[in-house]
């Protein structure tokens, strides 16, 4: 059962039941792979940002603002802007919120 199990079905079994498990089956794995795309293709972007980009994007992935992420790299604060508008051009995110959910899929690789 622990090794991916996904539904049981009692004896006499409904031939809709089956459907509804095998459709319900099919679903998952969709997602699945849909979700695999997306870490790939955020993975492959991460790879393309310099060193300092990576420092920056790591930073506001932690939810630093940019006059944190300044002094602990021991930049200017409009440096980190610009090296954020890089990383996030880089990494197609429009928005702090997307840019998180691309770590977060990075991270769980």
């Known amino acids: ?4 199990v996904v539904d049981f079905i009692e004896k006499p079994f409904d031939p809709n039941r089956i ?3 095998v459709r319900g089956c099919l679903s998952a794995l969709e997602r699945q792979e849909v ?3 997306a870490r790939e293709e955020a993975t492959s972007r991460l790879a393309s940002l310099t060193p300092r980009e ?3 994007f790591e930073a506001l992935i932690d939810g630093k603002s940019n006059k944190e992420i300044a002094i602990s790299l021991s930049i ?3 440096t980190v ?3 954020r508008a890089k990383v996030m051009q880089k990494m197609q995110a429009t928005s702090l919120s997307m ?3 691309m770590g977060l899929r990075c991270a769980e690789v």
């Open 1 to 4: 059962m622990k090794a991916g």
């Open 19 to 21: 459907l509804e498990a």
């Open 35 to 37: 979700e695999s795309e």
């Open 54 to 56: 990576r420092q920056v």
């Open 76 to 78: 200017s604060p409009r």
């Open 81 to 83: 802007e610009i090296f």
């Open 99 to 101: 840019l998180v959910r």
